[in-house]
């Protein structure tokens, strides 16, 4: 079994900025899919961003231009820099990493947005 666990989630105002990390208990460097989602009360779990081997990404459009998803081998760490915050944006945000055909989930971060 693969340990995820997500970090870095908080309060925060309208247009301001944060930057959530995923840690596994399985090197980063060996997913082959890492991505972010997200989900807001009474709503289903949506994609935010996923991040491939190959370095390919893709986003749910409303994040385009304000999220950017990456990820750092030597800390072993996959991180969501989340900018432009907007109210529609809070949520809980959760980590997945696949590892071939088996992808495990983290418990998730809350992100709180309010002035």
């Known amino acids: 079994q693969v340990h995820v666990v997500e970090s870095g989630g908080g309060l925060v105002q309208p247009g301001g900025s944060l930057r959530l990390s995923c840690t596994s208990s399985?090197?980063?460097?060996?997913?082959?899919?890492m991505g972010w989602h997200r989900q807001a009360p009474g709503k289903e779990r949506e994609m935010v961003a996923l991040?491939?081997?190959?370095?390919?990404?893709v986003y749910e459009h409303s994040v385009k231009g304000r999220f950017i998803i990456s990820r750092d081998n030597e800390k072993d760490t996959v991180y969501l820099e989340m900018n432009e915050i907007k109210a529609e944006d809070a949520a809980v945000y959760y980590c997945?990493?696949?590892?071939?055909?088996?992808?495990?989930w983290g418990q998730g971060t809350q992100v709180t947005v309010s002035a």
């Open positions: 991040l491939g081997n190959n370095g390919g990404t």
């Open positions: 997945n990493l696949a590892y071939g055909e088996r992808s495990y």
């Open positions: 399985k090197t980063i460097a060996s997913a082959t899919i």
